[in-house]
């Protein structure tokens, strides 16, 4: 067994099972000695992962999908056998344009079909006014966040490609190029969001758990060639990995993974606001209002860490609605066996029926069409904008 790993990760708090593996000795006791390499942005993991310069790493889901595929860099198979998190972002907004979606809110304002409506009228009345479209950010072209935004705005009748801009920022500059006004909105993991808030440069519309329930968020990712090789090596990290999850949800730990957590070389945040984020409580404006979800990040309850190739299947979806490549039965085949279920069970000694009953194997969202994985076509037919496709 390899037991000296090199794993890239982003500060954001659902890197949180791999970096307690470590510091907590649950890889230790694995057998594994592992060095964590915190990175800025998603461009350096991925390159360090697909050149070997990382052995794992925590990687954005559809990153994992989009490298396997070769779409948007070069193609480099990757398999996830183990979920990072479900869930976890949230929108964040400038005070000024949060103003001026509630102002058009009708209904419930943390709905997210109230504030994509409300949405749509301040973008219009931008329009008509002849001020510049607001621009957006994500945190990657191939991320949930950039799906996340585009299903809700798209939802409220705004399209994403022509009525707003919608840039690329690492996570940890949001706040910043909020504060600056280089941005009037972003879709970002936790932290993130709360230091905004925190630092009265930021409010937060809506969670993302409202838009999609249950989504996949990160993945922990190895190199289908060298997890072939290192079958041994995956499988006890993958054990480590899950070991950790369930010490993070238990409630009781909690203050104690605020604090790992919190380290400078960590996420670098305070313990309190890792710990209001765990606990689905996050403080949404600078007055002091609190919403809570006990969706808002799902590390190692409900089956959330082990994969679900159908998660896969809406995720390349949603890259096929978006442009990003063209609808082939191939490419969905693909694009679901980056998911491995099979491995997670077997490191964890569980049976394949076992392990696919914790995991609701589907799709919710706030609205739009049932998703179906094996019908992509009429799915993205009901949305009105014709796909590319090929065969």
């Not at 697909?50 to 790493?57: E, Q, R, T, V």
């Not at 504060?179 to 993302?208: E, H, M, T, Y």
């Not at 995991?359 to 949305?383: C, K, V």
């Amino acid at each position: 067994m390899n037991g000296a790993l090199h794993i890239g990760f982003i500060p954001l708090i659902d890197a949180a099972a791999l970096i307690v593996a470590v510091d907590k000795g649950f890889a230790k006791a694995e057998g594994l000695d592992v060095t964590l390499a915190r990175e800025v942005s998603w461009s350096n993991v991925r390159d360090k992962l697909n050149i070997g310069l990382f052995d794992a790493a925590h990687l954005l889901a559809p990153v994992a999908i989009a490298s396997s595929l070769g779409v948007g860099h070069v193609k480099v198979p990757i398999m996830a056998p183990f979920n990072l998190g479900l869930n976890g972002n949230a929108i964040t907004a400038s005070p000024e344009l949060h103003a001026a979606i509630l102002r058009e809110v009708e209904g419930d304002p943390f709905d997210p079909m109230a504030t994509a409506r409300a949405l749509a009228r301040v973008v219009a009345a931008r329009r008509r006014s002849g001020a510049e479209p607001l621009t957006f950010g994500m945190t990657f072209p191939f991320s949930t966040h950039n799906y996340q935004l585009r299903f809700w705005m798209a939802a409220g009748g705004v399209d994403p490609d022509e009525d707003v801009r919608m840039v690329v920022l690492p996570p940890p500059y949001m706040v910043e190029s909020l504060a600056g006004k280089q941005v009037d909105a972003f879709c970002v993991g936790d932290p993130w969001n709360s230091i905004a808030v925190d630092r009265g440069v930021g409010c937060i519309l809506n969670f993302a758990s409202d838009i999609l329930p249950r989504a996949v968020e990160k993945v922990l990712a190895f190199r289908q060639g060298w997890s072939e090789r290192n079958k041994e090596t995956v499988s006890a990290l993958v054990r480590a990995a899950f070991r950790a999850a369930e010490f993070i949800e238990q409630h009781e730990n909690r203050a104690e993974v605020a604090r790992i957590l919190s380290h400078p070389g960590r996420i670098g945040v305070p313990a309190d606001v890792v710990q209001r984020t765990l606990d689905g409580r996050l403080k949404v404006s600078a007055d002091g209002t609190m919403l809570e979800s006990r969706n808002y990040l799902l590390i190692g309850r409900e089956g959330a860490a082990r994969p679900d190739p159908v998660q896969a299947a809406w995720l390349y979806a949603q890259m096929v609605r978006w442009k990003q490549t063209s609808l082939s039965p191939a490419a969905l085949d693909a694009a679901m066996a980056v998911f491995r279920p099979d491995l997670h069970d077997a490191a964890l000694g569980r049976s394949a029926v076992a392990g696919a009953s914790e995991s609701p194997g589907r799709i919710e969202a706030f609205a739009g069409p049932t998703f179906d994985p094996g019908d992509i076509r009429t799915y993205l037919a009901a949305f009105g904008s014709p796909e590319r496709t090929n065969g």
